[in-house]
């Protein structure tokens, strides 16, 4: 009887395994079909941009509004679209538009222009804590935190800007003296 049940344990063994390779076989081809229709999508995106950059009139590619919701196809969200807005640059409105004319907010100075001006005031090093203390009270308007403060020290540091100076468990930076710099 061991013998029999052995050869009957393979057999369903043989069975469901069977089974798992033909439905692994199946959602491989569905996903090969799918494959093939972004590829094919993509080729007559490749055609399209060459045709635009062969181009003698110059002419602009039309461009998705903020607004509008990204189309998905089949029900599955859009490749990349899980919720996030795109990154794709904005342009600047044509001339003579609503867009164009209508008056722009002033750009706040960066961050790392305002601890530059910071650091100029002062001869001696300084912490991290206080450049960020004196920036809430001189900006109001402007609140970043002590990691984006540091961040941006640390970016001025790798341009040559500022300099570092450790004291014990301390980071201090000064602003980089014109002699010093070349």
Known sequence: MTNQSTATRLVEQAGSDLAENRRLQQELAERLTTLRHEEA???????LA?????????????????????????????????????????????????????????RQPLLGGL??????????????KELRDELLTRHP??????????????SLVAKGRIQRHKQQRSVMYTLVQPEQVG
């Open 141 to 154: 308007d402007r609140t970043p935190t002590p990691q984006v403060v540091r961040n941006t020290l640390e």
């Open 115 to 128: 601890l530059l001006e910071l650091l100029g005031r002062y001869e001696e090093p300084r912490l991290a």
């Open 50 to 106: 060459q045709q635009y950059e062969g181009s003698a009139v110059p002419s602009r590619l039309p461009q998705q509004s903020q607004a509008e919701p990204v189309v998905a196809r089949a029900g599955r969200p859009a490749a990349g679209s899980r919720g996030r807005r795109s990154a794709a640059p904005r342009r600047a409105p044509a001339a003579g538009t609503p867009e164009a004319t209508a008056k722009k907010p002033s």
């Open 41 to 47: 999508l993509l080729t007559d995106i490749l055609k």
